[in-house]
């Protein structure tokens, strides 16, 4: 298993689908192999981008064995935990060691609302339940807006206490630059990421690690130059007009949408029921918006 530091723009890849909503393997490696030229330090699937919380855990195990046999760099993989159910968690936690993959990025239970405490307890459950199956680094995911739970100082604090060195980092969501900061400075010993690239800067000037983030499907190249350069301001201005733009039209719909535009393959612009794809219209602004901001997918 690799050790490679967690750190840098990590690409939250959309999943590609064939025509029966199965997982395109093919496509996703390739996609995996393209974001990692273009600059990202490692890939997370199966998260918030890539539809995570609308795949089984069956598809999504499957789809990580399949592309570790495919020879993908499984080292460079973060996957996306997303289950209320503690079954399903171990048994993907378990399904992501197996294939080899750097770390595991654990959404809290969902559904349920619940107390700090339970949601401590949930994590003492996970681990103990897969702990003598794998030792795999966890990432802790913070987006309370979908999770309807928030990460506070003494709930990573109580994580922490218990499960030491298996707890290595945590996504941070909220799209809040002081929440994002208040971590990085209260937990040196995590790697934190944003899960916002307009929150980058800020964060890496405060000790933060990187980004967790969906932007890189498109703008890989760009996000990794912001990184290197926390002080490119006309990126980060560009970065944010495109945001903006991607919120528009759907988030993942409309980098699916934009993705397929670019690569010549609508297969890439597929979406999960209840999702749909973004239509000529909506596409057609999406990609005028991107123009504006000076971008060339060609380049």
Request: aromatic fraction near 6%; proline fraction near 4%.
């Amino acid at each position: 298993m690799s050790t490679a530091p967690l750190k840098g723009v990590i690409a939250a890849s959309i999943t590609p689908l064939a025509k029966d909503f199965s997982v395109d393997i093919e496509r996703l490696a390739a996609h995996s192999q393209r974001l990692l030229d273009n600059g990202c330090a490692f890939v997370s699937t199966f998260g918030t981008t890539g539809e995570g919380a609308s795949l089984s855990t069956a598809e999504k195990v499957a789809a990580l064995a399949a592309m570790h046999a495919a020879g993908v760099d499984m080292g460079r993989q973060v996957p996306g935990v997303m289950t209320p159910t503690l079954d399903d968690a171990a048994r993907m936690l378990v399904g992501i060691a197996e294939a080899g993959c750097r770390a595991a990025l654990v959404l809290p239970p969902f559904y349920y609302g619940t107390s700090e405490a339970g949601i401590a307890a949930w994590y003492d459950a996970l681990i103990e339940r897969t702990q003598s199956a794998t030792q795999i680094d966890i990432l802790l995911y913070n987006i309370p807006q979908m999770s309807r739970i928030r990460f506070t100082k003494p709930l990573v604090e109580a994580i922490t206490a218990r499960h030491g060195s298996r707890i290595v980092g945590i996504k941070d969501s909220t799209g809040e630059v002081d929440n994002g900061v208040m971590l990085a400075t209260s937990f040196p010993e995590l790697a934190v990421f944003t899960g916002d690239d307009r929150v980058l800067p800020t964060l890496l000037a405060n000790g933060g690690a990187g980004m967790i983030g969906g932007m890189p499907n498109i703008f890989a190249r760009d996000l990794r130059a912001l990184y290197d350069d926390r002080t490119n301001q006309d990126l980060l201005s560009k970065q944010t007009d495109r945001i903006l733009a991607v919120d528009r039209h759907g988030s993942l719909v409309a980098l699916k949408a934009a993705l397929a535009n670019y690569l010549g393959d609508e297969n890439y612009a597929r979406v999960l029921p209840p999702l749909k794809s973004l239509d000529a219209e909506g596409r057609g602004k999406l990609l005028e918006s991107f123009a504006r901001t000076g971008f060339d997918a060609a380049a």
